[in-house]
């Protein structure tokens, strides 16, 4: 009777053990499903944007982008950003706060993609010395996550050096000048400057901290009177560990 009861419990006991693997395995589909269709419908919604604001030329010249449309689907729309041959070619949003596009898309609908976006404590985007923009890392290799290549490929900032920027007043190339991998609360995350000192001082510390393969970027001229953006996503090399990428603006003759 012993025997019969141990074996009785055992198969209950192997029972429940299937049962609950089955629910892992069960809901381990349902997110690997769910975050599928998520990117899916990101990526659509940034396809549907990027023919709103379509990109007339590269990022040597000026390119025009119908703002006023842009505006019209979400007055937060403050710039555009594209590299050539990659998948950066987003919309740039800056919010009341940096939690809101964090996980929306430019449509304002929750999405894990969530959205480029400028520190919502610069005052003037693109006009103050250094313009923080925020991005995922994104598994499916978009938003942000191509940024990692300019400190890991070896090539990759030959082929990447200028990025092209739009604003309602203005187009840019974004000349990239320097990597870094920081701290979320480093102190390179920095948007008020009170002299030409503390600028000079602030580009110093990115040359002697860039981690572009074979100094990439070290003929791109930086001085206090230009303007920078430092695009700046996640990585893993310790906790709370960001990669920062920094670019010189060139204003360029907007055509088209």
Not at 6 to 15: A, D, H, M, N, W
Not at 84 to 100: A, C, H, K, L, R
Not at 163 to 180: K, W
Request: with cysteine; net charge negative; proline share 3%.
């Amino acid at each position: 009777m012993g025997k019969k009861r141990e074996t009785k419990k055992s198969g209950v006991l192997r029972g429940l053990i299937t049962l609950i693997l089955l629910c892992v395995v069960a809901f381990c589909i349902y997110k690997i499903v769910t975050i599928t269709g998520e990117y899916r419908e990101g990526t659509e919604a940034y396809e549907k944007l990027a023919e709103i604001g379509e990109v007339v030329n590269g990022p040597e010249e000026g390119f025009g982008i119908d703002f006023g449309a842009l505006k019209e689907e979400n007055e937060d729309v403050i710039a555009w950003l594209f590299s050539e041959g990659t998948v950066i070619n987003y919309p740039v949003m800056q919010g009341e706060d940096n939690s809101y596009y964090l996980y929306r898309l430019a449509d304002r609908t929750w999405n894990s993609k969530g959205s480029l976006f400028v520190d919502y404590r610069i005052e003037n985007p693109f006009v103050d010395f250094n313009t923080v923009i925020y991005g995922h890392r994104m598994n499916d290799g978009s938003m942000f996550k191509s940024l990692l290549e300019y400190r890991d490929d070896e090539d990759y900032y030959e082929n990447h050096k200028v990025m092209a920027l739009a604003t309602p007043e203005a187009s840019y190339g974004l000349e990239i000048f320097g990597a870094a991998t920081i701290p979320a609360d480093s102190a390179m995350y920095k948007f008020g400057f009170d002299s030409d000192g503390e600028k000079a001082a602030y580009i110093d510390w990115i040359r002697k901290h860039n981690e572009i393969p074979s100094d990439g970027g070290a003929e791109v001229e930086v001085s206090p009177s230009d303007k920078i953006v430092m695009l700046s996503t996640c990585t893993y090399e310790f906790d709370e560990a960001r990669l920062a990428v920094w670019g010189k603006l060139v204003e360029k003759t907007r055509e088209g």
